[in-house]
């Protein structure tokens, strides 16, 4: 079993910036693909963004594109994403997400990912 937990999440103005971690419990935490989804309230959970084994490959989607990075630390077994130029739509409670995931380096969908952090709220003042 593997867990994950979020953090760096809070309240910040529009326009600003936060980084979100994710910690990840995997001895192997080199072998899972990674990725961020988000939920605002009333909707369903949507991709923000994912990583490969390595960190060389991302993908990202196109309303936080040039605005969000992603990257990963296989030493320390932690995710990050990097959030600048903030608006209200990016309030949301973000999760974090890991998958063995065979034959795969970049998922961009929430069913094919077996681990989930409790999520981390974001919450931009406009």
């Known amino acids: 079993q593997v867990e994950l937990e979020e953090s760096g999440g809070g309240l910040v103005q529009a326009g600003g910036a936060l980084t979100l971690s994710c910690k990840s419990s995997?001895?192997?935490?080199?072998?899972?693909?990674m990725a961020w989804f988000r939920q605002a309230p009333g909707k369903e959970r949507a991709f923000v963004a994912a990583?490969?084994?390595?960190?060389?490959?991302?993908s990202y989607a196109d309303s936080v594109k040039g605005r969000f990075t992603i990257s990963r630390d296989n030493g320390e077994r932690v995710m990050y994403l990097q959030m600048k130029s903030l608006t209200a739509a990016d309030t949301a409670v973000y999760y974090c997400?890991?998958?063995?995931?065979?034959?795969?380096?970049?998922?961009?969908?929430?069913?094919?990912?077996?681990?989930w952090g409790r999520g981390t709220q974001v919450t931009v003042s406009s």
């Open positions: 995997a001895p192997l935490f080199h072998r899972y693909i």
């Open positions: 990583i490969d084994r390595d960190g060389g490959g991302q």
């Open positions: 997400t890991s998958d063995w995931a065979p034959g795969k380096d970049i998922v961009e969908t929430p069913a094919d990912y077996k681990y």
